[in-house]
């Protein structure tokens, strides 16, 4: 059973930095991508970085030049280094990962930016 675990979430103050790790466990042959979604209270989710098996990346707008997304093959696991943290960052972020045969997603950890 493939499960994803996400972990470096918490409480910051603006201008901090945060780094999330997602961990994925189980067996999984092929994987196409991973990446990185937040819902804040009220809206829909979105994209925020998502990186694929060749290793290009894509970045949305809100986080060019503070949120970089990397991965580690080896432990099968994604970071987002997230600097210069706003309040409007503020959200649920979910890991997710893309297979042939399906997407497989995180339960979510909070991130809260506030002084």
């Known amino acids: 059973q493939v499960q994803l675990v996400e972990s470096g979430g918490g409480l910051v103050q603006p201008g901090g930095s945060l780094r999330l790790s997602c961990a994925v466990s189980g067996s999984i042959s092929i994987i196409n991508g991973m990446g990185w979604y937040r819902q804040a209270p009220g809206k829909q989710r979105e994209l925020v970085a998502r990186?694929?098996?060749?290793?290009?990346?894509d970045l949305a707008d809100s986080g060019k030049g503070r949120f970089t997304i990397s991965r580690d093959n080896a432990k099968n696991t994604v970071f987002l280094q997230m600097n210069s943290l706003k309040p409007e960052d503020t959200a649920v972020y979910y890991c997710?990962?893309?297979?042939?045969?399906?997407?497989?997603w995180g339960q979510g950890i909070q991130v809260t930016v506030s002084s």
């Open positions: 990186i694929r098996s060749g290793g290009s990346t």
């Open positions: 997710n990962l893309i297979t042939p045969f399906r997407v497989y």
